[in-house]
């Protein structure tokens, strides 16, 4: 970085008057005599597109620039091109970029970062690496390589621009993460990261899946028990109880708590990394054993999720072995992929095996896997050994696998899993198009318990519900399953063709595939889904538009013995579904652009009803520094009820417009307006429509290239229509009616040290309406006090949230 500005203060001496183009403002590119403002517009817009020009010719790459202009900023202006390094910076865009609706998840995070570090060797890079980037197709990936294969390799990263059938898009979201680099396997080069995290609370405690929340009907099931209102049996009574009670007590212990999290990464050249992570979730009321059967005292108690990891790379015909904990992902993500998360409508999925210091507990595979490549042959073998979290009966008896954000004693650590399987390839590409591949896999699971589904645990007896959920009532007794799946994909030209299919032992199936055609300005993507309602792989990470027990009793925790047990609503695979997704984005023109324009038809395997949803939204840019985007969503879904089928009809605009007033602030409106017309039902007086919305806005100011700060306010209400909206690091739920803002403090300290700083308050207003009745003979009173009747009221909730975050990295 000292080299550059020397560089950069040596040529500004030699040329009066000039300045660096890739710093230089839009005011001071449209102040050149010898540019039109349209021309210092495309410049500017490419510069901070691309992250910078390498030389001056590379204002030949666009459009509207000739040898004149060459010339005349030749003569005026210089170039220095971006100092390499500077990572801080690129962590923070990554992060903040993914925080979006349709962006993935925390593995695919964590990987992206690690690239940033030690980016990929670009000329030695397959289109296996090159498609785990994010929104890097696979027609994308297959053109770099296949340029690479064809005609050898590539001086700097911005020579492949003009590779065909690679889009700008994808160039542009593949660049961060290579290099020219090549691979140094002699060296010893020691470099790392440590991150430290302290999180005082993000607002949420009062969420659907928030502490509070489950504690509220924790308590509300103990008041229920208490005044008899559960059919149990005497004994059964006491024995639930003590359960609810004691898991009450236990989560009772989490509020309050600060979060933490130290993760470390180390590695030397080219051969070897390393990391270890230890951290403690705010909805945890203690750890279960870090390590299984090992009693660790003190530690136990702070920390609640322990990984590391170990790894070697590059050694003949090994590119990676992996010790201790790895995600893995392949195919379209039918047979394996150990993330926790599964996005809904997400096209995009990492892709390969990886260490693996993410949150993820439930699905953390802990044992050592292994990718093997030679000549076209691609393989991976992978073993893992790992306690798992279940829903147990009062008996004590495994019912069925469970992910919880407010994790007790009763659900800890209920069962082992032990898994193994491989999966691999054989690569077609010089024989037929570089991309062209087929695959076969499979994979084992066994328990070291049987689990038992039985819904007679799980429902409160003697209650007005009626048990209905077929994707759970399918579920077979047993210690173990096993899968076997058959993928493969191809190109031609500018088109992508994937698929796989996965078949279990118990017969069912699951079948995925997708082909995409694309270009830089419009792209048409198409996906094809089935999952049999028997098919219950727990890594399946599928393309979906529902999670699994989505719309089923394990969203209303108050007809479940356990309220808690409601948290299965979140178990991430697809639910059993057949459906066609077609998706694309066009630019009519340089101005207006349908960024996503997507309709999804499916039909519920279980019922056999037939859903739809449409979104598309438009942006128009009438300058650089400005963009109005209007978003259009709308939704048909039908879902099985006691008597007869329900259908809701959701419909929501949302107005979004974000500026750069000048060349360090950024500047960001949205309007979002929601209803949602349902089935009337007498129970709940014949009401049928629901509806909310919120008014937020984002404003970021530069003070330097190392200093920034955010600040965000959000103005909602609701009516029945909760919200959701997406901050600069993650989702927020919003319920009632409410405010918020937060500040972010961003400061890069050095090349090496990143601060991040977020502070929030948020208060919501709950309404209780409903409950005052004029009929003293039909109203409500308090407990104790029978003069005194229940009169509508307003709960109001404040929420202080604060999160520090620092980097190191050497």
């Not at 010893?188 to 995290?197: H, P």
């Not at 070897?272 to 945890?284: K, V, Y």
């Not at 896997?369 to 393989?379: C, H, I, M, N, R």
């Not at 019912?399 to 691999?424: K, Q």
Request: with cysteine; charged share 25%.
């Amino acid at each position: 970085m000292i080299s550059s500005l020397v560089l950069a203060a040596c040529i500004g001496l030699a040329v009066p008057g000039g300045f660096d183009l890739n710093t230089a403002t839009l005011e001071e590119l449209q102040g050149l005599p010898g540019l039109t403002a349209l021309q210092a517009e495309e410049l500017y817009e490419y510069i901070y597109e691309t992250g910078g020009l390498q030389s001056i010719y590379d204002v030949m790459r666009i459009p509207g620039f000739g040898p004149r202009e060459l010339d005349y900023l030749r003569s005026r202006c210089v170039v220095v091109p971006p100092p390499e390094g500077m990572v801080s910076q690129q962590v923070m865009n990554v992060m903040e970029r993914l925080a979006t609706e349709d962006g993935p998840g925390d593995a695919a995070v964590d990987m992206w970062e690690n690239y940033l570090i030690r980016p990929i060797p670009i000329n030695s890079a397959t289109s296996w690496q090159l498609r785990s980037l994010d929104r890097v197709s696979l027609v994308d990936a297959a053109a770099v390589e296949t340029r690479l294969k064809t005609l050898g390799p590539v001086s700097s990263v911005t020579s492949l621009r003009n590779v065909d059938n690679l889009t700008y898009y994808g160039y542009r979201n593949m660049r961060d993460f290579i290099s020219i680099r090549d691979l140094d396997l002699s060296s010893m080069e020691f470099f790392g990261s440590y991150r430290v995290v302290v999180d005082g609370g993000d607002g949420r405690f009062y969420d659907e899946e928030g502490l509070g929340t489950m504690l509220g009907e924790l308590r509300s099931a103990e008041y229920d028990m208490m005044s008899g209102g559960r059919g149990y049996s005497e004994s059964d009574s006491v024995a639930w109880m003590e359960r609810i009670s004691d898991e009450r007590q236990e989560l009772l212990q989490a509020v309050n708590t600060t979060a933490w999290e130290h993760r470390v990464r180390v590695g030397l050249g080219d051969r070897f990394r390393g990391g270890a992570r230890l951290s403690r979730g705010r909805n945890s009321s203690s750890g279960f054993g870090l390590f299984d059967d090992l009693d660790l005292g003190d530690l136990n108690r702070r920390f609640d999720v322990a990984k590391g990891f170990a790894s070697i790379e590059n050694i003949g015909a090994v590119r990676q072995a992996v010790l201790g904990n790895y995600h893995l992902s392949l195919g379209q993500g039918l047979l394996i992929d150990n993330s926790d998360e599964m996005m809904y409508r997400s096209t995009y999925r990492t892709w390969g095996l990886y260490p693996d210091l993410t949150s993820t507990r439930q699905f953390a595979m802990v044992g050592g896997a292994l990718e093997v490549q030679k000549g076209p042959f691609l393989g991976y073998g992978f073993y893992s050994s790992a306690s798992r979290d279940a829903i147990r009966d009062i008996d004590g008896t495994p019912n069925i696998l469970f992910m919880s954000a407010t994790r007790t004693s009763p659900y800890a650590d209920v069962v082992r899993e032990t898994t193994y399987g491989g999966y691999g390839f054989y690569d077609f590409g010089g024989l037929l198009p570089f991309g062209t591949a087929i695959g076969l896999g499979g994979m084992n699971i066994s328990y070291s318990d049987s689990l038992v589904p039985d819904a007679g645990t799980m429902d409160i007896p003697g209650d007005a519900q009626v048990w209905g959920c077929p994707e759970y009532d399918v579920l077979e007794a047993g210690e173990s399953s096993s899968f076997v799946g058959l993928s493969a994909q191809t190109i031609i030209d500018n088109v992508s063709l994937e698929g796989e299919m996965v078949r279990q032992d118990n017969e069912s199936m699951a079948a995925l595939a997708r082909g995409m055609w694309q270009n830089d300005y419009f792209y048409l993507l198409g996906i094809w889904r089935h999952y049999d309602l028997g098919f219950n792989n727990p890594y399946n990470r599928g393309f979906a538009e529902q999670l699994r027990y989505d719309d089923t009793i394990f969203e209303k925790p108050y007809y479940l013995n356990d309220p808690l047990s409601s948290q299965l609503a979140q178990w991430p695979a697809p639910k059993p579904e057949e459906g066609m997704y077609i998706e694309s984005r066009f630019q009519v023109s340089r101005s207006i652009t349908f960024t996503k324009v997507y309709l999804d038809l499916w039909r519920s395997i279980p019922y056999g009803f037939d859903n739809y949803r449409f979104q598309g939204e438009v942006e128009y840019r009438p300058d650089f520094t400005v963009r109005f985007r209007l978003k259009y969503k709308f939704q048909d879904k039908t879902k099985m009820h006691d008597v007869v089928p329900t259908t809701s009809r959701t419909t929501e605009y949302t107005f979004r417009t974000f500026f750069l007033p000048s060349g360090s602030d950024f500047f960001d409106v949205q309007l979002r307006v929601g209803m949602v017309e349902l089935t009337p039902n007498p129970l709940y007086g014949d009401d049928r429509l629901m509806s909310g919305g919120y008014l937020a806005a984002r404003w970021e100011h530069n003070f330097s290239e190392a200093l920034s700060v955010l600040g965000g306010t959000t103005l909602w209400s609701t009516d029945g229509m909760s919200q959701w909206e997406f901050e600069d690091t993650g989702i927020d739920f919003l319920d009632g009616d409410g405010t918020k803002f937060y500040v972010t403090i961003k400061n890069n300290l050095s090349d090496n040290l990143q601060l991040r700083l977020r502070v929030l308050r948020k208060d919501t207003f709950y309404p209780r309406t409903g409950l005052y009745r004029p009929d003293p003979e039909d109203s409500f009173y308090y407990q104790g006090d029978p003069d005194s009747p229940v009169r509508d009221f307003i709960d109001h909730a404040t929420e202080y949230g604060i999160r520090c975050q620092l980097d190191f990295r050497w």
